[in-house]
C-alpha cells in the first residue's frame, strides 16, 4: 500500500473554476501536511501546510485534513491559467524532516 | 545566486561513463536532500545529510554515490548508471532535520538520461 496516494489527473478546468485536489495517506502517526507546486522545468515550492486536522486558508487556496478518512484536500477558487502545475501533497512526521510525497495532480486552467 | 542552484540541468551519459551532479545553496541551511522523480511516481529520497553528516540511506544503490563536502555544496557521483536511472534528480535544503514544519527548498533539478 502506497504511503501516501494522488490521483495523477491530468485536470482540466477553465479559468475561474474552483478545483478541489485530494489526497488519502495510510500513516496516521505523521501530523504534518504539505502541499507543494511544482511549475514545469522547476523544482517544488511550498504552497502551505497544515498541522493534525482542519482547514487553513490562505488567499484563494484552502488546505483541508480530515483525519478521520485519512483525507488531504487543497481547494483552489478563482484558479487562473498560472495556477498550472502539477501539485504534491507530502506528510511528514514532524520529529525529523522526512516528507512523504504523493506522485503529484497535472493541473491544467485554461482561459 | 539565490535559493538552490544545481549543475547541470541536463545530463547524457551512456552506462559505463562516470558523472557528477551539483547542489549549492544560498540559504544558509544546515541539511541537504537528494530526490529522484520519475515520472507518475513519488518524489522518491535517496540521501540525507545534515550539519555535513549522512543521516539518511534510504536503500539506494551504490552507483549513485552522495558527497558533503560542507553544508552549502551536495554532490551525487554516478558511475555505471542503467537506463531505469534515468530521472530528475532534485536537491533539497532545510535549516536542518529537526521536523515540524521545516520547509524543504528544492533546486530545479538535473534531468538526467542514460542511454
Known amino acids: 500500500q502506497k504511503e501516501v496516494e494522488q490521483d495523477p489527473g491530468p485536470l482540466s478546468v477553465p479559468e475561474g473554476a474552483i478545483v478541489s485536489l485530494n489526497c488519502t495517506y495510510s500513516?496516521?502517526?505523521?501530523?504534518?501536511f504539505m502541499w507543494y507546486r511544482q511549475y514545469s522545468r522547476k523544482g517544488p515550492e511550498l504552497l502551505m501546510y497544515?498541522?493534525?486536522?482542519g482547514n487553513k486558508e490562505d488567499g484563494r487556496f484552502t488546505a483541508q485534513v480530515d483525519k478521520s478518512s485519512k483525507y488531504i484536500s487543497l481547494f483552489i477558487r478563482d484558479s487562473q491559467p498560472s495556477d498550472s502545475a502539477t501539485y504534491l501533497c507530502?506528510?511528514?512526521?514532524?520529529?525529523?524532516?522526512?516528507?512523504?510525497f504523493g506522485a503529484g495532480t497535472r493541473l491544467a486552467v485554461h482561459p | 545566486e539565490t535559493g538552490v542552484t544545481q549543475t547541470p540541468r541536463h545530463l547524457v551519459m551512456g552506462m559505463t561513463n562516470k558523472k557528477s551532479l551539483k547542489c549549492e545553496q544560498h540559504?544558509?541551511?544546515?541539511?541537504m536532500y537528494w530526490y529522484k522523480q520519475s515520472a507518475k511516481k513519488p518524489l522518491e529520497l535517496m540521501f540525507v545529510?545534515?550539519?555535513?553528516?549522512?543521516?539518511e540511506n534510504n536503500s539506494v544503490p551504490s552507483r549513485f554515490s552522495p558527497e558533503c563536502p560542507n553544508s552549502s555544496h551536495l554532490f551525487l557521483h554516478l558511475h555505471t548508471l542503467q537506463p531505469e536511472d534515468s530521472a530528475l534528480y532534485l536537491c533539497?535544503?532545510?535549516?536542518?532535520?529537526?521536523?515540524?514544519?521545516?520547509?524543504?527548498?528544492f533546486g530545479p533539478g538535473t534531468r538526467l538520461t542514460v542511454l
Open positions: 545529510y545534515n550539519f555535513k553528516e549522512q543521516t
Open positions: 540559504l544558509g541551511h544546515n541539511a
Open positions: 533539497a535544503s532545510s535549516q536542518d532535520t529537526g521536523g515540524g514544519a521545516n520547509e524543504q527548498f
Open positions: 497544515t498541522y493534525s486536522s
Open positions: 507530502a506528510q511528514s512526521s514532524g520529529g525529523y524532516n522526512k516528507l512523504i
Open positions: 500513516n496516521s502517526a505523521f501530523q504534518y
